[in-house]
């Protein structure tokens, strides 16, 4: 399978453990993004990175949340001190990078549950 | 006011139906639009881009308004297969983040 992949599929954490979730995007895909999607409504924007550089962080990503992509491949979004409202599923989305308007593709996401 | 907003439905309509959804984006500076599909509790997969001109693919029809800031799409000759959530999304500048509505449940019955 070569698309957008997600690990792990399933979180189940209790409040104010630090969990970290992994995206490995469609290879040679030089721009990955994280978005959060909660019952109801559709995925709000997190962050994103062109190559290892990370280029935008939306207001959402409170200081417990942060993401690297170390070498411009894989990335991980790590939440600390976890709470009840960031039971939510966490989406990684990768694009080529080489175009100005481009698909991007979405890997099958990370359900995280805080209890 | 939400920046892309839709209406949640859901719409239920029978095989064979044609069914209408309607999207409105507010920042008038959105360059590129989308719809997506997305399937219960699977990740969102791009249906179509949505071009000035209109555009048609197969039973699915997609129309943009700039000027009054609202983007539809219609489907054809509904199939169980459709039954899905439709996502209205709009992207201000390239290569950045993708604006997401709630997205407008669609069930499609025999």
């Known amino acids: 399978d070569t698309g957008v992949s997600q690990n792990p599929r399933h979180k189940i954490t209790k409040r104010g453990q630090n969990v970290t979730f992994r995206c490995d995007p469609i290879?040679?895909?030089?721009?990955l993004y994280w978005y959060r999607q909660t019952l109801g409504q559709g995925p709000e924007f997190l962050t994103y990175?062109?190559?290892?550089?990370?280029?935008?962080k939306s207001r959402l990503l409170s200081d417990r949340f942060s993401a690297e992509r170390p070498k411009g491949s894989f990335s991980t979004l790590e939440i600390q001190r976890t709470e009840q409202g960031d039971s939510a599923m966490y989406l990684c989305?990768?694009?080529?990078?080489?175009?100005?308007?481009?698909?991007?593709?979405f890997g099958p996401g990370t359900r995280l549950l805080v209890l | 006011r939400k920046e892309v907003e839709q209406d949640p439905g859901p719409f239920n309509v029978p095989e064979g139906a044609t069914v209408a959804f309607n999207c409105t984006y507010s920042?008038?500076?959105?360059?590129?639009f989308f719809w997506y599909r997305q399937d219960c509790r699977k990740e969102p997969k791009l249906l179509m881009s949505?071009?000035?001109s209109g555009n048609e693919d197969g039973r699915f029809t997609a129309q943009l308004n700039r000027a009054s800031q609202y983007i539809s799409l219609l489907i054809r000759d509904s199939k169980l297969s459709d039954s899905a959530t439709y996502l209205c999304?709009?992207?201000?500048?390239?290569?950045?983040?993708?604006?997401f509505g709630k997205g407008t449940t669609l069930s499609v019955s025999s």
């Open positions: 999304v709009v992207n201000i500048q390239a290569g950045t983040a993708l604006i």
């Open positions: 989305a990768s694009s080529l990078g080489l175009a100005a308007w481009e698909t991007q593709y």
């Open positions: 920042n008038s500076a959105s360059q590129s």
């Open positions: 290879s040679e895909h030089n721009r």
């Open positions: 990175f062109q190559n290892e550089a990370q280029l935008e």
């Open positions: 949505v071009y000035s």
